[in-house]
C-alpha cells in the first residue's frame, strides 16, 4: 500500500523511465557514428591541449579561447574522455546522449516544478527529448558545450526555484549561482539564465519587491563579465561582423528570418540541415512575417486570456534564450542553425504542451471522441517524430553522409562540396573529389564576382593536394601559382603547398627556397613548413638537415606526428631501430588511428629481433583497415619466424589477395611454402616476385630447380 506522497514519486519515476526509454531508441543510431570534418579535428582528433593531463594543459584551457569561444568547462570534458577513451568515437557520442538523457529528466524535473501538472512536464520533456531539431546537439561531438551547458543551465534553474520555495534554505541559492557559472564555463548562451529567472516570478506570481531585483543581481554581474569575454574572444578571432550601414528595417528582417525559421522548423521538422545557406530576402517580406508573429501572438493571448501567463511564459522563454544568436551584434557568418535553439525550443514545447493538456481536459459533448483523437494524433505525431530523428542521426555517421545530406537540400553550399571533397580525397576517391572541388571553385567564383570579399584558398590548397596526390604535379603548381595572383594576401600559406608540388616535380631548390621564403613570414604556419623541408631534405639524402627540420616542428608543435615519423625513418635508414621505435611511438601518441605507423612499428620491432612484439601491432593495423596489404605481410614474417607456418601462410597468402603486386608478400610466401615441402606454389611466388622486381627470390629458385619436373609433391 502506497502513501499519498509516494504515489507521485511512484508516478514520475514511471514516466522518467518511459521518457529515457524512448529518447534513447530514438538517437541509438547516433552511437555507431565516427567523426565528422567538421570541427570534431579541432575539438578532438588535432587538440593538443586534451592529449595529456597536466596542470599546465588544464591552466591552458581555463585561460585561453578556443575556436572563438571560451569554452574551457567543453575542453576539459574531452580531456576527460580522451584520458580514458583515446580516439574511440564511440564513447564521445556516448557521452553526449548521456548528457542529453539527464537534460531531459532535468526539464522534466523544472516544469513540473513550475507548472506543478505531471502529464504537461511529460510531454514537454518527451517533445524536448525526441525533436529531430536537436540531433545535431547530440550527435555532433563537437556541440558537447551544447548538452553541457543545458545541464547547468538547467540545474541551475531547479536549484533557484527550491530556493524561492524554501527560503531558509540559502544552500539552494548557492547551488544555483554555481551551476550557473558552470555553465558560462560551458557555453557563453547560458547569459539568458538571469533573464529566465525573472520569468519564474512572472509564471509564479511573486510580489514585485526589492528582493526579486537583489536575488538576480549576482546572476546578472556573471551575466555581464562572461558576456564580455564572448564577445571579446569573437573579436579576437576577426568573428565580430562591423555593419554600420545595417539599418533598422534590415536588423528586424534578419530577426525575423530567424525566428521564423526557427517556429517553421520547431513545428515542421523537415529539410534540416547542418548548414543553411542564408541568400538574403526582402527586407519587408519578413518585416511584414514578424509583424503577422506578433499580431497573431496577441490575439491568442486575448482569446486565452486564462491561460495567458503560461502562453507568455514560454513564448518569453523561447524569445529569450534565442538572443545571443539573434544577430543583433553580428558574429560570424552562420546566421541559423539547428542547435542554436536546444534550450529555446523547451518554451514552445511548454505551451504546446500546457494546450494539448487544456484541449484533453475540456469537457465538451463527445470528449471521449475527442480525446481518442488528440491521443491518436500525439501518438502519430511522437512516432514520427522518433523516425525524423532516428535517419537525422545516420546523417551525422561520417562527412559524406553529412555533407552529401547538406547538398541534397541546397545544392549550391560550396562549403559541403569543398568539405565533402577533402573527405573523398582522404579516401582515394580522386575522381570524386575533383568534381566536388571543381564545383566549390565554380560556385565560389560566382559569389566572389558578386560580393568581392571571399577568395579561392582552402579550395585551390585541397585541389593542388589531391593533383600532388594523383602525380599531376604540373597541373598543381599553374593552380597554385594562379591562386598567388589573385589571393595576395594567402602568397606564404601557398609557398608551403608550392613547394610540396616542386619537390613532388622533381625541383628540390626550388621548393626548398619557397619554403624558406615562407618561414621568414609570420603569417603562415610554420610547423608544416619544416615539416615539409624536412621531408625535401629526407628525399635528397640530406638527413642532417632532414633531423634538424623536423625538431623544428616538434618545438613549434609537439603534438603532431609527421616530424616524429619522419625522424623514425631516418632512425631506421641509419639501422638505429631503438630510437626509431621511440619516434614511431611518439607518431602514434598523436595519431593513434593511423594504421601505417603501427606497421612501420612492427617493421622496427622487428628489425630489433622482438617478433613477440610485432604480432600486436600488425593486428591493430589490420582492425584499422583490413584492406591495407602491407602488415599481413609482417604479421607472416613474424609468424615464420616463431615457426607458425601454418598462421604465416595464410598471412601471406591475404596480403597476396589484396595486393597481387606487393613484391615482398610473394618472395616470403614462397620461402614458407619451401619450408612446408610445398615446392610447386614456391616456384610460382618466387617467380612473381623476380618479376615484381625482387632479385634475393633467384637465390632460393635456384634451390628449387630439381623439383620443376616433379609436379606432384605438393
Not at 556541440?143 to 543551465?153: I, M
Not at 491568442?300 to 502562453?311: D, Q, T
Not at 596526390?469 to 589571393?487: C, F, N, R, V
Not at 618466387?686 to 637465390?699: H, T, Y
Amino acid at each position: 500500500m502506497f502513501t499519498i506522497r509516494e504515489k507521485p514519486k511512484l508516478r514520475a519515476a514511471i514516466l522518467a523511465c518511459l521518457i529515457l526509454t524512448i529518447v534513447f531508441i530514438a538517437f541509438l543510431p547516433s552511437l555507431k557514428n565516427g567523426f565528422v570534418n567538421w570541427d570534431d579535428d579541432i575539438y578532438v582528433l588535432r587538440n593538443p591541449s586534451i592529449r595529456v593531463l597536466s596542470w599546465v594543459n588544464i591552466r591552458t584551457i581555463f585561460f585561453s579561447s578556443f575556436v572563438a569561444n571560451y569554452q574551457p568547462l567543453t575542453i576539459l570534458s574531452y580531456l576527460f574522455d580522451y584520458q580514458f577513451f583515446k580516439l574511440n568515437p564511440f564513447w564521445y557520442h556516448g557521452v553526449n546522449l548521456l548528457l542529453h538523457l539527464l537534460n531531459c529528466l532535468l526539464v522534466f524535473w523544472l516544469i513540473y516544478m513550475l507548472d506543478g501538472n505531471m502529464v504537461i512536464a511529460a510531454l514537454t520533456s518527451l517533445l524536448f527529448g525526441i525533436h529531430p531539431l536537436h540531433v545535431e546537439s547530440v550527435a555532433w561531438v563537437s556541440e558537447r558545450k551544447d548538452v553541457l551547458y543545458s545541464f547547468f543551465f538547467l540545474g541551475a534553474a531547479i536549484f533557484y526555484l527550491y530556493y524561492l520555495r524554501e527560503r531558509k534554505s540559502i544552500k539552494y541559492y548557492y547551488y544555483a549561482l554555481l551551476f550557473f557559472f558552470f555553465s558560462l564555463l560551458s557555453k557563453s548562451m547560458a547569459v539568458t539564465l538571469p533573464g529566465i529567472l525573472l520569468l519564474f516570478d512572472y509564471l509564479r506570481r511573486r510580489i514585485p519587491d526589492k528582493s526579486i531585483i537583489i536575488d538576480k543581481i549576482p546572476f546578472f554581474i556573471l551575466s555581464v563579465i562572461f558576456g564580455g569575454i564572448a564577445i571579446f574572444s569573437q573579436h579576437t578571432n576577426g568573428s565580430l561582423i562591423y555593419e554600420g550601414s545595417r539599418s533598422l528595417l534590415q536588423v528586424c528582417s534578419l530577426v525575423s528570418h530567424e525566428i521564423t525559421f526557427y517556429l517553421t522548423k520547431i513545428f515542421l521538422p523537415l529539410k534540416l540541415s547542418c548548414l543553411y545557406p542564408y541568400y538574403g530576402g526582402s527586407d519587408f517580406m519578413y518585416f511584414f512575417i514578424f509583424l503577422t508573429l506578433i499580431a497573431g501572438l496577441i490575439i491568442v493571448l486575448f482569446i486565452s486570456r486564462k491561460h495567458s501567463r503560461k502562453l507568455m511564459f514560454g513564448s518569453a522563454f523561447f524569445l529569450i534564450t534565442l538572443l545571443p544568436v539573434l544577430q543583433l551584434i553580428p558574429m560570424g557568418e552562420t546566421i541559423v542553425s539547428d542547435r542554436y535553439v536546444y534550450i529555446s525550443s523547451i518554451g514552445i514545447f511548454y505551451c504546446l504542451s500546457a494546450g494539448l493538456m487544456w484541449l484533453y481536459t475540456k469537457k465538451i459533448k463527445y470528449a471521449y471522441l475527442k480525446n481518442s483523437l488528440l491521443i491518436i494524433m500525439f501518438t502519430g505525431v511522437m512516432l514520427w517524430l522518433i523516425f525524423l530523428t532516428w535517419n537525422r542521426c545516420k546523417v551525422w555517421r561520417d562527412g559524406i553522409s553529412l555533407w552529401t545530406d547538406v547538398l541534397v537540400n541546397y545544392p549550391n553550399a560550396t562549403t559541403a562540396y569543398n568539405n565533402r571533397g577533402k573527405v573523398f580525397f582522404a579516401r582515394g576517391e580522386f575522381e570524386k573529389a575533383k568534381s566536388d572541388f571543381d564545383h566549390t571553385i565554380s560556385l565560389d567564383a560566382q559569389y566572389y564576382r558578386r560580393n568581392k570579399e571571399k577568395g579561392y584558398f582552402f579550395y585551390n590548397i585541397n585541389l593542388a593536394d589531391m593533383y600532388n596526390t594523383a602525380g599531376k604535379h604540373a597541373q598543381a603548381i599553374e593552380l597554385l601559382e594562379k591562386a598567388i595572383q589573385k589571393d595576395h594576401a594567402h602568397m606564404y600559406d601557398y609557398y608551403s603547398v608550392l613547394a610540396v608540388s616542386y619537390a613532388y616535380a622533381g625541383n628540390a631548390a626550388k621548393a626548398v627556397q619557397l619554403l624558406e621564403e615562407a618561414i621568414q613570414s609570420s603569417l603562415v604556419d610554420k610547423t608544416a613548413c619544416y615539416y615539409n623541408l624536412g621531408i625535401i631534405y629526407r628525399n635528397n639524402g640530406s638527413y642532417d638537415k632532414a633531423k634538424k627540420s623536423y625538431d623544428e616542428a616538434i618545438k613549434l608543435n609537439p603534438y603532431f606526428g609527421g616530424p616524429y615519423y619522419g625522424s623514425a625513418i631516418i632512425y631506421s635508414h641509419f639501422r638505429d631501430f631503438e630510437k626509431a621505435v621511440v619516434c614511431f611511438r611518439k607518431a602514434i601518441e598523436c595519431e593513434p588511428d593511423n594504421e601505417y605507423l603501427y606497421n612501420d612499428l612492427a617493421a622496427a620491432y622487428f628489425s630489433l629481433g622482438k617478433p613477440a612484439k610485432v604480432i600486436p601491432l600488425c593486428k591493430k593495423a589490420i582492425r584499422l583497415n583490413p584492406s591495407y596489404a602491407a602488415p599481413y605481410v609482417n604479421l607472416g614474417i613474424a609468424y615464420f619466424s616463431i615457426g607458425k607456418y601454418k598462421e604465416a601462410t595464410a598471412s601471406l597468402v591475404k596480403a597476396t589477395e589484396l595486393n597481387p603486386n606487393l613484391m615482398q608478400a610473394h618472395s616470403n610466401l614462397a620461402e614458407v611454402y619451401y619450408y612446408e615441402k610445398k615446392y610447386n606454389l614456391s616456384i610460382e611466388h618466387c617467380e612473381k616476385a623476380i618479376a615484381l622486381g625482387d632479385q634475393e627470390s633467384n637465390k632460393l629458385l635456384k634451390l628449387l630447380k630439381p623439383y620443376r619436373e616433379r609436379p606432384n609433391l605438393n
